[in-house]
């Protein structure tokens, strides 16, 4: 009979070991993407460096990043020397076609994903079989249609999942999904086949 090995700490339980603490689509992000040692990575809205961080603690990788502002670009880079940072808007990646195994992103609001250019991006930067994995923060779907419904609050200015999804399927990507993965993110996924 296999007997299964339980980890005990209580730091490394509530993700506080090593100083990094993962907010919840980081986590999100972290827990679904399918990554291995010597894979490349591209987070693309970069706020903070723990999300590379943590997963170039975790694999021996290629950890890149964009930054929305200057500013934070040259934050990211003095945090994460060993990364590639650099400024730029998501619709214009300045990496070569065909470098990346995945592409992860944040999404907050409909401005950040409200024109889908920045998917067609993705599709271009990363290798066949890449995965695109885009983390949603906010009321889950049916809790916001009922919200919405019964004119409690207005709900525009979200990104909508079946929105992101089409878009996502307009730009060539595959096998794409959907899921509450946390109380408050939800996670699109989708896959560049070769």
């Not at 591209?42 to 460096?49: E, M, Q, S, W």
């Not at 590379?52 to 670009?73: E, H, I, P, V």
């Not at 990507?173 to 509450?180: G, P």
Request: net charge negative; hydrophobic share 45%.
């Amino acid at each position: 009979m296999l007997d299964r090995v339980q980890e005990r700490s209580w730091k490394r339980a509530l993700g506080v070991d090593a100083g990094l603490r993962l907010r919840g689509a980081q986590r999100a992000l972290a827990q679904w993407a399918i990554v291995d040692d010597y894979n490349s990575v591209l987070d693309l809205r970069c706020k903070d460096a723990r999300l590379l961080k943590y997963l170039s603690q975790k694999f021996s990788l290629r950890a890149c990043g964009m930054a929305d502002d200057a500013a934070d670009a040259r934050m990211l880079r003095e945090v994460l020397p060993e990364a590639e940072i650099f400024c730029a808007r998501p619709e214009d990646i300045p990496w070569r076609e065909a470098c990346f195994d995945a592409v992860l992103c944040q999404l907050n609001k409909a401005e950040d994903g409200a024109d889908h250019s920045f998917l067609q991006e993705a599709m271009r930067v990363l290798k066949p079989n890449g995965q695109l994995l885009i983390a949603l923060e906010g009321l889950p779907e049916p809790l916001c249609c009922a919200v919405d419904f019964m004119g409690m609050a207005s709900m525009e200015g979200r990104v909508k999942p079946r929105d992101l999804m089409r878009g996502m399927e307009d730009a060539g990507f595959e096998d794409i999904s959907y899921r509450t993965v946390r109380p408050m993110v939800g996670l699109a996924m989708g896959w560049k086949r070769g």
